[in-house]
């Protein structure tokens, strides 16, 4: 598959991963590790959310301010990049869902290359 690393600092990691898509829903795994845990979920998300989520990270990048949310439809799993002042980038959310046996909640600071990795990511593979 197409595994793109959007952040990889020390004690810190986001990637994505593109699986596949069935009748107008995208699958892709989300990997995280936030000071020393880690954990990987996969997001269903319908073409629609994913347009919306790539018109809001272009906006988000051309204004440098908001927020972007990517929120699985399977559970209550999500991840959410909020635009701080100066491009700084706060990256939170939780991945697995509360429902499942093991679930990680995350917070980590990182910048605005983030979302343009996203905007690049969501390019390829949202029709």
Not at 19 to 34: A, Q
Not at 35 to 61: H, M, P, W, Y
Request: aromatic share 8%; proline share 0%.
């Amino acid at each position: 598959m197409n595994e793109v690393t959007m952040v990889a600092a020390e004690n810190t990691k986001l990637c994505v991963e593109y699986l596949y898509k069935v009748d107008g829903y995208h699958t892709m795994r989300f990997i995280v590790e936030s000071q020393g845990f880690k954990g990987a979920s996969n997001f269903c998300i319908s073409n629609v959310d994913l347009i919306e989520v790539l018109t809001k990270t272009e906006s988000v990048l051309k204004e440098l301010r908001g927020s972007v949310e990517i929120s699985d439809q399977d559970s209550d799993a999500h991840i959410m990049m909020t635009m701080t002042r100066f491009g700084h980038l706060i990256v939170n959310g939780q991945i697995g869902g509360s429902c499942d046996d093991h679930s990680l909640k995350f917070t980590f600071d990182s910048d605005q290359t983030v979302l343009d990795k996203l905007r690049s990511f969501l390019k390829e593979n949202v029709e």
